[in-house]
């Protein structure tokens, strides 16, 4: 099937939910089209995008490990492209947030670091003003949120990449495992080796086995089939 209005359906649909789960996704590509076949659908969708240096990336949740597609940028930007809606204010708030998760050696902050760095902020924000943006954020998936913790969201992953590859390119790690970038995951206490939790429940699953580079037994790290049971 040629691209159609079903495919612009789809797309409208990712744009909208800024980052769509695979698994809404999914139910959405089988109600429209009448089958499962995603890869056919999301490349048609892809080879439009081209003339616009836009495509449809998948990216996996570092925390959950479930996979939402993205509407992104081709074109490698230095400077991130943060929406037009945020406020001075709004995005200093965010780039601290960005710069010490990333520069942490967990991955996380805590929402009460969040709040108390509005005294701090050159610009004013209250933090009443802070925990409603802070809960857009991770509406949007710019950030995600578990237990009182704020981590780098799908979103963030998908199209600030560059950025923050060029802005904290001491701190950048990548998955050892799978290559791409790595903001939060497991840790081997042996070799420093760091990995997305998802890609270390898949190797486990297949190997049996612990680090996937020294092959130590990782404290702290519990397979199970629950992608959330992966923990460190």
């Known amino acids: 099937m040629s691209y159609s209005k079903k495919h612009k359906v789809l797309l409208q649909a990712i744009i909208q939910e800024g980052a769509l789960s695979e698994y809404e996704g999914k139910k959405l590509v089988l109600e429209l089209f009448g089958h499962d076949h995603i890869a056919k659908v999301l490349n048609d969708i892809n080879i439009k995008l081209q003339l616009l240096n836009m ?11 479930n996979l939402y597609w993205i509407l992104a940028s081709t074109v490698q930007e230095k400077s991130a492209n943060f929406p037009l809606e945020f406020s001075q204010a709004q995005l200093e708030l965010l780039r601290n947030i960005y710069s010490e998760i990333i520069t942490s050696n967990t991955g996380k902050v805590s929402s009460t670091w969040c709040l ?33 913790k704020y981590y780098i969201g799908v979103r963030s992953i998908a199209e600030l990449q560059q950025y923050f590859k060029d802005t904290y390119d001491d701190n950048f790690t990548t998955c050892i495992l799978c290559k791409q970038s790595l903001y939060y995951g497991a840790k081997c206490d042996s070799c420093d080796t760091t990995t997305h939790v998802y890609c270390l429940k898949a190797y486990m699953r297949n190997s049996k086995l612990g680090c996937p580079n020294c092959h130590s037994a990782m404290p702290g790290i519990t397979y199970s089939d629950d992608t959330n049971s992966l923990q460190n």
Do not use: D, M, P
């Not at 495509?55 to 490990?65: A, D, H, L, M, Y």
């Not at 902020?121 to 949120?145: C, I, M, S």
């Open 55 to 65: 495509t449809i990336k998948c990216v996996n949740c570092e925390v959950t490990g």
């Open 116 to 148: 108390n760095l509005c005294s701090t902020l050159n610009h004013r924000l209250t933090k009443t003003e802070a925990e409603e943006f802070l809960q857009l954020l991770v509406n949007r998936k710019w950030l995600f949120y578990k237990n009182g």
